[in-house]
C-alpha cells in the first residue's frame, strides 16, 4: 500500500467518508489537529494519519460513544496503562445493556400493540388508544378542522 499525503480537506473528507463540514467541526471539537498553512500559498495538506483518526472517530461514534468520550478515548491513546479507557469501555456497556433492555419493552409493547389492532376498527385505533392511556388520556383528543 503507498502511503499517501498531501490530501487537500476535500480529499480527506473522501478518503475518510465524511463531509468537509465534519472535518471543520472535528477541528473545533480538537479531535483533528487542523496543519498550517504552507507559507508560500496554497491548500493545508493532510495525511494517511489523519484519514485513519477520522474513521477511528466514525467507528468509535457507531459503537456508542459521543464525540467528548471518543475525546477521551484519544487521549488515553499512548497510555501503556489502559484502566481509564476500561472504565469508560465498562460504562458505555452498561449504557446500552440499559437501553437494550428498554427496547426489549418496547418491541413487546409493540407486538401486543399489532395483535390487538384490527384491519377495521368499530371506533378508534387500539394502537393510539393505548398510546394515550398510558398518560392517563382514555379517549383521542378530537381535532376538527378550523
Known amino acids: ?26 477541528h473545533k471539537r480538537g479531535l483533528l489537529i487542523r496543519p498550517s498553512k504552507p507559507e508560500m500559498g496554497g491548500y493545508r495538506s493532510y495525511n494517511e494519519g489523519d484519514v485513519g483518526r477520522i474513521r477511528f472517530i466514525k467507528y468509535a461514534q457507531q459503537m456508542g460513544f459521543s464525540l467528548a468520550e471518543v475525546t477521551e478515548l484519544l487521549s488515553h491513546a499512548d497510555e501503556t496503562n489502559c484502566h481509564a479507557t476500561k472504565v469508560l469501555a465498562e460504562k458505555k456497556l452498561k449504557t446500552i445493556e440499559e437501553q437494550l433492555v428498554a427496547l426489549e419493552k418496547i418491541r413487546e409493547t409493540l407486538k401486543t ?3 390487538d389492532c384490527r384491519r377495521d376498527c368499530p371506533r378508534s385505533c387500539p394502537v ?6 398510558r398518560f392517563g388520556h382514555l379517549k383521542t383528543p378530537s381535532y376538527e378542522a378550523e
Do not use: N, Q
Open 128 to 133: 393510539v388508544l393505548k398510546l394515550y392511556s
Open 1 to 26: 500500500m503507498t502511503r499517501k499525503i498531501g490530501l487537500t480537506i476535500g480529499k480527506l473528507a473522501r478518503e475518510a467518508g465524511v463531509s468537509i463540514e465534519t472535518i471543520r467541526y472535528y
Open 113 to 115: 400493540l399489532i395483535v
